[in-house]
Each structure stands twice: as structure tokens, then as C-alpha cells.
């Protein structure tokens, strides 16, 4: 399955789908994640830890909408 985390877009809401160590488990059982970039910036998780874990990063929300089978 195609998973996609977009990025939150209401103020002062700053959660985000998955963590990283989620994205792993996910990745490990053969699951795509797409990640648009910085959605775990405000609560301190990099782009990096998520590409690490095996997401794809994504510019903006629409191609994580356009691409993903089910959004976190």
C-alpha cells in the first residue's frame, strides 16, 4: 500500500501522521510511505530521520494526495 503523510496545514497544529520509527515499521512490511517534506519539522522530526526510515520525500501536499492510496 501507498501511504502519504502531508503536512499539517491548521495554525497552531503541529502533530504529524507518523513518526519516523512508524515509517520504519511500515517500510519493513513492504509499504511505500510518502512524506511531504518538512511535516514533522515542528515537532522535531528532520526529513532526513524520515528518508532514513525509508519514506519518499514529497515538495507539497498535492503530489502526496496524488500519489497515495491511503493519507495518515
Do not use: C, W
Not at 503536512?7 to 510518502?34: A, D, W, Y
Not at 517534506?37 to 494526495?65: P, R
Amino acid at each position: 500500500m501507498i501511504i502519504g503523510i502531508p503536512k499539517e496545514i491548521k495554525n497552531n497544529e503541529f502533530r504529524v501522521g507518523l513518526t519516523p520509527s512508524l515509517v520504519n515499521g511500515l517500510t519493513r512490511q513492504g509499504h511505500s510511505v510518502l512524506v511531504e517534506k518538512n511535516a514533522g519539522a515542528q515537532i522535531g522530526f528532520a526529513d532526513a530521520q524520515y528518508q532514513a526510515a525509508g519514506a519518499t520525500l514529497l515538495e507539497d501536499a498535492k503530489a502526496v494526495f496524488a500519489a497515495a492510496e491511503l493519507i495518515v
